[in-house]
Structures are given as structure tokens and as C-alpha cells.
């Protein structure tokens, strides 16, 4: 069982940046391929950006440019740095691991971003 806990959300002006972070338990971190999704009030669950076990990158086009996904295997953590925040990016950030023996996927318990003035 892989758990997983993110922090570093909260509430930012537009224009401001926030970095989230996901720190993950298990030994075998660097085999997850991790995303962070988010889910704005009545909205369907949304992916914002991937990164694979050799660190290859994708994004949502609403986020290319502003967001960049990065991950430290030495710390089990996946980071998300949101930089040019907008207010249509207020959502609940979920940080998602797969591991490919499975596959099985584990979700975190979000953390919520707010841009707004």
C-alpha cells in the first residue's frame, strides 16, 4: 500500500505562485509514473500534469507554460510549481501514483489552491 500526502496549498493573488508537493511512503518511488490532478466545485476531475519514471513531462494545455511538474526520488516527492496563477486554476490539487505491477493507482487526499483577490 502506497500512501501519499500533499501540501502547499492555499490561497494566492492572481498573478502569485504556489509549489505543491507529494510526498509518497514505499521503496520503489522511482517506478510510479505520478500525476497531480484537480477538480474545481462541480466540475469533473481534470489532468493537469504527468511525469513518468524517466522524468518525461505532459501537460494540460490550460496549464503549458505556467506549471512544471518535477519529482526527487531521493525524497519520494513529486513537486507541482504553479507560477502565473489564474483564478479559473482554484481546484482541490490530488497527487496520483501508478505503479505498473498492476497497474494500481493510489490518490492523496488533496489540497486546496485558491487564487483570487
Known amino acids: 500500500q502506497v500512501q501519499l500526502v500533499e501540501s502547499g496549498g492555499g490561497l494566492v493573488q492572481p498573478g502569485g505562485s504556489l509549489r505543491l508537493s507529494c510526498a509518497a511512503s514505499?521503496?520503489?518511488?522511482?517506478?510510479?509514473?505520478m500525476r497531480w490532478y484537480r477538480q474545481a466545485p462541480g466540475k469533473e476531475r481534470e489532468l493537469v500534469a504527468t511525469?513518468?519514471?524517466?522524468?518525461?513531462?505532459n501537460y494540460a494545455d490550460s496549464v503549458k507554460g505556467r506549471f512544471t511538474i518535477s519529482r526527487d526520488n531521493a525524497k519520494n516527492t513529486v513537486y507541482l510549481q504553479m507560477n502565473s496563477l489564474k483564478p479559473e486554476d482554484t481546484a482541490v490539487y490530488y497527487c496520483?501514483?501508478?505503479?505498473?505491477?498492476?497497474?494500481?493507482?493510489?490518490w492523496g487526499q488533496g489540497t486546496q489552491v485558491t487564487v483570487s483577490s
Open positions: 496520483n501514483a501508478m505503479n505498473p505491477i498492476g497497474p494500481r493507482y493510489y
Open positions: 511525469i513518468t519514471p524517466a522524468s518525461s513531462t
Open positions: 514505499g521503496s520503489i518511488f522511482s517506478t510510479y509514473t
